[in-house]
C-alpha cells in the first residue's frame, strides 16, 4: 500500500468519525427543553414516565414520542422533528399533552 493511500484511508476513517459525532451534538443541541414556553404549554417531559398523571389524566403507558403521529424521526431515532415544534428535536422517549396516534 502506497503512502498516499494510507494517508487517504486514515483521513476518511476520521472525517466520517466526526460526522457522525457532529450530528450527535447538533440532535443534543438541538433538543426541545422542558423549560422552553412551547414544551410547557403542551407539558412536555423528555420522559414519558415522569409525565405528571393527575396533570394529564389523557396519558396512558405506552405513549411516548416515537410512537405519536406528529413525530417525524423514525421510531429508532433518540431524537427526532415534531410538527409542533418547529426545528427542535424531541426525545423519542419523551411525550406531551398533543399526542395523537392517527
Not at 443534543?28 to 412536555?44: C, F, I, M, R
Not at 394529564?56 to 416515537?66: D, E, H, M, N, V
Request: with cysteine.
Amino acid at each position: 500500500m502506497t503512502t498516499f493511500r494510507r494517508h487517504y484511508l486514515l483521513m476518511s476513517v476520521g472525517v466520517g468519525s466526526s460526522l457522525v459525532l457532529s450530528r450527535v451534538a447538533c440532535a443534543e443541541t438541538n433538543s426541545l427543553n422542558e423549560a422552553d414556553p412551547k414544551a410547557q404549554a403542551v407539558g412536555y417531559k423528555e420522559d414519558a414516565a415522569r409525565v405528571d398523571k393527575a396533570k394529564f389524566p389523557g396519558y396512558s403507558a405506552g405513549q411516548t414520542c416515537a410512537n405519536c403521529s406528529l413525530f417525524q424521526g423514525k421510531a429508532t431515532d433518540a431524537y427526532g422533528g415534531c410538527t409542533l415544534f418547529g426545528d427542535k428535536q424531541v426525545a423519542a422517549r419523551g411525550w406531551c399533552n398533543s399526542y395523537s396516534n392517527m
